[in-house]
């Protein structure tokens, strides 16, 4: 929430500035945010006011859209690595991502055009399949035809694993924050009544999180083959299967890069 509210803080000043302003125009509204906001900048002259980095919080809840999230960043780790997270389980690695994305449903970011503009560059030709046609004004700020639509990545082809891995250091840990802070922006589909009520420190209740439909960019689906090399999507797995996967996963991912991590399971999804 606090990361919505945030990025919503920067976007309305950069509307403003984005306007015909004159000089004083200018320093008025530089001056205003920075002092209603002064956490959000660096202190500087009004002319050259730099916005400071947002980071999301350090807990990472992990629900139905970020476990997807997970296991599609593993799929740029070379074979060998990911030939033994799968071990356990019966099935190969990923075979076929589909990511979809709709900047209709939540806080537009810098951030999250530049994503999916590496996400349509790793696909490649012809496996972007654009929906919604972008206004003129989303055009002129991000250089973006279209709103809504399907990116496809055919990691049976060699050249699409290569640039998932080069394009994104082959670090699969800062592929998933990144597309984990787009999902953030979701936010914006709460409702008025849900979000002012996650404003107040002292709130104690439970807010139903948007369908993955409603969420800026969403793994559509994810493909694997069986031992029998039938293709199996991810919604036909059963839960254990599901979960299994889901532990094998975040534990690979969140070591990726030999930082600390603890993980709080809930002994009730192995119930099953």
Known sequence: MQYYQTESIRLRRRKELSKKVNEEQFFEINNKYLERYPELFDRGYLDELKETSSSISLLRYIDYDSSRLAIASLA???AIELDKVFEPFSY????RIVFHYDLSTGQISDDTIADLKLLIRIAGDG???PRSRASEELYERFELDYTSGDIIFDLTQISVRSRFFELNYGQPLTFFNRLFKAQ??????????????????DFFGSIKKPLKTKLPIVIRDLTFKNIQSEIVHYDNLSDGEAQLLEV??????FSSDDSKALFLLDERCFSR
């Open 184 to 201: 953030q922006l979701g936010v914006k589909k709460w409702g008025v009544k849900n979000t002012n009520a996650l404003k107040k420190d």
């Open 127 to 129: 496996n972007h399949q």
């Open 76 to 78: 740029m780790l070379p």
């Open 92 to 95: 190969k690695p990923p075979e």
């Open 248 to 253: 094998l996963s975040l534990a690979k991912l």
